[in-house]
């Protein structure tokens, strides 16, 4: 297991950018693939981006490919998601998710593939 905790959130203007950070608790970090999701008032969570361990496996959602981008450095036991061209539309609680993989190119899409979540971070993109 491991304790994840979301920072970066804010207010930000449409065009603007902001990236978040999640930070990973314990030594294996480095063995656990890694994602974003986002949960907007009255909608489903959604799947914003994610990342393997060994880093060489990416995939973003549809609504934010070319515009964000996941990162992470397992030496600090850090996930980032960086967000540019900031719309309204991605007003919303970010939260920040990992599954220990023994596969170092898997990731994963699904919020039932993830069994540990970090509490969440605002973002508000005002138009």
């Known amino acids: 297991q491991v304790q994840l905790v979301e920072s970066g959130g804010g207010l930000v203007q449409a065009g603007g950018s902001l990236r978040l950070s999640c930070a990973a608790s314990?030594?294996?970090?480095?063995?656990?693939?890694m994602g974003w999701f986002r949960q907007a008032p009255g909608k489903e969570r959604e799947f914003v981006a994610g990342i393997s361990w060994n880093e060489l496996s990416k995939y973003y959602g549809d609504s934010v490919k070319g515009r964000f981008t996941i990162s992470r450095d397992n030496a600090k036991n850090t996930v980032y998601l960086q967000m540019n061209n900031l719309k309204p539309e991605d007003t919303a609680v970010y939260y920040c998710?990992?599954?220990?993989?023994?596969?170092?190119?898997?990731?994963?899409?699904?919020?039932?593939?993830?069994?540990?979540w970090g509490q969440g971070t605002h973002v508000t993109v005002s138009s």
């Open positions: 998710a990992a599954r220990r993989s023994s596969y170092g190119g898997s990731l994963y899409l699904g919020t039932y593939e993830y069994d540990n």
């Open positions: 314990g030594r294996t970090f480095s063995s656990y693939a």
